[in-house]
Every structure is written in C-alpha cells, then in structure tokens.
C-alpha cells in the first residue's frame, strides 16, 4: 500500500494505493468517510503520484501509466497501456507538473499531459 497526502483548496484528504486495484481518496477531517474510489486498474497499482498543484494522479501498474483528475476521480488517459510483453518499471512527475515520464520495458517515454 502507497499512501499521499493532498491538499486542495478546503479539503485536506489522503490518496491510497494497493494491490487490489484500487486508489481510495479519504477525507483527513473523518477518516472513515472514502470520498471516492478509482478502480478501474487491471493490475495492481504500484505506485500513486501527485502532480505539484495536486490536481492529477499518475497511477503505475506493470502494463500501464493512467493520469486522473483527483477531484472527479475520472481517468485523463492511459498513457502506457501494454497488457501483454512490456513492462512499466518506474514513472515519475516533473516539478511543473506538465510531464510524465515512464520507463517501459528498457525506454524512456515522456508524455506531455498539459497541452
């Protein structure tokens, strides 16, 4: 499990990540009110990163980099989508929060996520 703080505008939440597919959004203030659920991974979600403003969430699996809005809980894209044969080993955010770059199976992909 990958846990995140965010903070956006009033609310002070926390992001999850886990093996069963899922990124859970709580509310800090009550912890037991889940604000939303995104399950709409195919594998396990390694990892969960928060752009600089908080406003997106890149997800990694082993086939697959999805960019989502953490507000609505909506998928922006699917990135790197390989079901089959290559392999997502890491992903990262750059500081203005405009790209991701991944690497998949031996290359660098960079992605430009604020055109």
């Known amino acids: 499990m990958k846990i995140k703080s965010l903070f956006i505008e009033d609310f002070n939440g926390i992001v999850s ?10 509310n800090v203030k009550n912890i037991f009110e889940k604000v939303y659920t995104i399950d709409r991974m195919e594998m396990a979600i390694e990892a ?10 890149v997800t990694v699996t082993r086939s697959s980099v999805g960019v989502w809005s953490v507000s609505t ?36 992909l960079v992605w430009n996520i604020k055109k």
Request: proline fraction near 2%; charged fraction near 20%.
């Open 17 to 26: 990540s886990s093996i069963d597919k899922t990124i859970k959004v709580w």
């Open 48 to 57: 969960v990163l928060l752009s600089g403003d908080d406003e997106l969430a």
């Open 73 to 108: 809980g909506k998928l922006w894209s699917k990135l790197v989508d390989s079901p089959v044969g290559a392999i997502v080993t890491h992903a990262v955010i750059t500081t203005d929060s405009r790209y991701v770059i991944s690497s998949e199976s031996g290359n660098l």
